[in-house]
């Protein structure tokens, strides 16, 4: 289930409210305190009225304004993400598993919307990779929150006989949330096409 679904019911009363008082306003601009002593004309423009003002209002809340914490958790239940984060990758081959090491990552994640979250991952060992991830905000069936997607990998080979040689892996990953409106810590595990396969630990900066 989607963790976005929870506040349907009251989103769509706020719309409502939002465009019959836009709807209203207008009456009021044409100074009619009552609906009744307008003509066929003002109500349609104070129709077209509350269908701009509510078209904003979704696009402004959507894009911007449900990243403020005034709005959580009663009226948002989307943690907010963003920002930097770090943490290590215990990363082994799944055939052999004898290359078993962990490596240091650095994780920014932006949130152009409520629905959307995009991962983008720099490791430290050297290996100038760079990760770029599509990913979602899921509720398990134990009510814990999972971040979870695919990502891209873009590597750039460092031996010196393959040195410069671009490659591009592909996998997932599926992090759970320590808190489910303020996070901290996210962990789990990721698997990918380079026959790897290993556990992620991130920690929000600053924190």
């Known amino acids: 289930m989607s963790a976005q679904s929870d506040k349907t019911r009251i989103h769509v009363t706020?719309?409502?409210?939002?465009?019959?008082?836009?709807?209203?306003?207008?009456?009021?601009?044409?100074?009619?305190?009552?609906?009744?002593?307008?003509?066929?004309?003002?109500?349609?423009?104070g129709i077209t009225t509350s269908i701009t003002v509510g078209t904003l209002a979704v696009v402004m809340f959507r894009t911007v304004l449900w990243k403020y914490s005034l709005l959580h958790p009663w009226f948002v239940d989307t943690p907010v993400l963003e920002g930097s984060w770090t943490g290590t990758v215990l990363r082994k081959y799944r055939e052999h598993h004898v290359d078993e090491r962990t490596v240091p990552i650095r994780v920014r994640i932006e949130q152009p919307t409520i629905t959307a979250i995009l991962f983008i991952q720099t490791m430290s060992d050297g290996s100038a990779e760079g990760h770029t991830e599509a990913c979602g905000l899921f509720r398990g069936t134990d009510g814990k929150l999972y971040l979870e997607g695919i990502y891209q990998v873009t590597?750039?080979?460092?031996?010196?006989?393959?040195?410069?040689?671009?490659?591009?892996?592909?996998?997932?990953?599926?992090l759970q949330l320590d808190d489910n409106s303020n996070p901290k810590e996210m962990s789990g595990s990721y698997w990918s096409d380079e026959f790897t396969k290993g556990r992620v630990v991130l920690q929000r900066e600053g924190d």
């Open 14 to 45: 706020a719309l409502i409210v939002i465009a019959v008082l836009a709807w209203y306003a207008m009456l009021l601009f044409h100074g009619h305190l009552s609906p009744f002593d307008a003509t066929i004309a003002e109500h349609f423009g």
């Open 155 to 174: 590597k750039y080979e460092v031996h010196q006989e393959t040195s410069g040689k671009r490659l591009i892996y592909y996998g997932a990953m599926r």
